[in-house]
């Protein structure tokens, strides 16, 4: 019998086959194999209990994708949630998580969540950083349901996973757009501003025909110890129109003269924010190297 693994928790392996709900353990072979079955799998299971839906793993199909961070596979995008406010978005946080995506080739859309206590110009200013990133940017409110229906209508008839810090209202959005799906949520610390931790898994979740959401859990830090820096200018896709306008070939875009990038960034034609996130995480990894 064949089915999908939609949670994974302490051994167990829950695997949903369309019509049932199996409780499973991994046979030895996947430790011999030294693979773990990961949350989004496409499984063939043995059933050792039908009354009480128990079985085991016995083989893992093939895989279309798997991402490192989350753990997780077989997903069409990535959904990242931000707030656009309350608390205030996190513009390094959020371009590592792009650059996670980039390097393991999963679509990302961008959502800023919150509208509603945001001012016109802050999200002007979202816009303006993000406009060339070359992922969609959606606007939300929860609160007054702005952007939903292009949350729906992004997510429809696709596996999902859904990222971002915790308190920005992923959990919120998805009970709003899929009130079956029920997903736990919890409130915003007054006092730090910082998200309390609500998901602690990853968990697939059937919302509609062929859509599945998948919560993980909310996120604080992200390190890219996966990426050489010389790497990942090519996941800054607003980088792309100036590679050949740089003097010398293999411009890292950080000191060298005459560079195309770092022109376009003279002439506002580059966000200073997206160049800067850059030039940071490009010296983390080549001082990282050192070691």
Not at 180 to 185: F, G, H, K, L, P
Not at 202 to 224: A, H, K, Q, Y
Not at 253 to 279: F, M, W
């Amino acid at each position: 019998m064949q089915g999908r693994i939609i949670k994974g928790i302490a051994g167990f392996y829950y695997v949903d086959t369309g019509s049932s709900l199996y409780e499973c353990k991994a046979k030895g072979i996947f430790r011999n194999r030294k693979m773990k079955p990961l949350v989004g799998d496409m499984a063939e299971i043995e059933v050792l209990d039908e009354e009480k839906k128990l079985g085991n793993l016995t083989e893992i199909l093939p895989r279309m994708n798997e991402l490192i961070r989350p753990a997780v596979s077989n997903i069409d995008q990535a959904l990242v949630i931000f707030a656009a406010k309350n608390p205030k978005p996190n513009y390094n946080l959020l371009d590592r998580f792009l650059l996670m995506m980039e390097k393991q080739r999963v679509p990302a859309v961008v959502c800023f969540n919150k509208t509603d206590l945001a001012k016109e110009k802050e999200l002007s200013v979202l816009m303006d950083v993000y406009k060339d990133c070359g992922h969609r940017v959606i606007f939300t409110s929860v609160s007054d349901e702005t952007g939903l229906s292009e949350i729906r209508e992004a997510v429809e008839h696709k596996t999902t996973v859904l990222a971002g810090p915790s308190g920005v209202g992923k959990s919120s959005m998805m009970n709003l757009l899929y009130p079956d799906a029920n997903m736990e949520t919890g409130a915003v610390s007054e006092k730090i501003q910082r998200g309390k931790h609500t998901t602690r898994h990853s968990e697939l979740i059937r919302v509609g025909e062929d859509t599945f959401v998948m919560d993980t859990p909310g996120f604080s830090s992200l390190f890219v110890d996966m990426f050489e820096e010389d790497e990942i200018k090519y996941y800054f896709k607003e980088f792309e129109p100036y590679e050949g306008q740089c003097r010398f070939q293999g411009c890292s875009h950080t000191h060298e003269p005459g560079c195309g990038v770092k022109q376009a960034l003279a002439d506002g034609r580059i966000s200073e924010t997206r160049y800067d996130n850059y030039v940071l995480i490009y010296n983390e990894l080549k001082e990282k190297r050192k070691w």
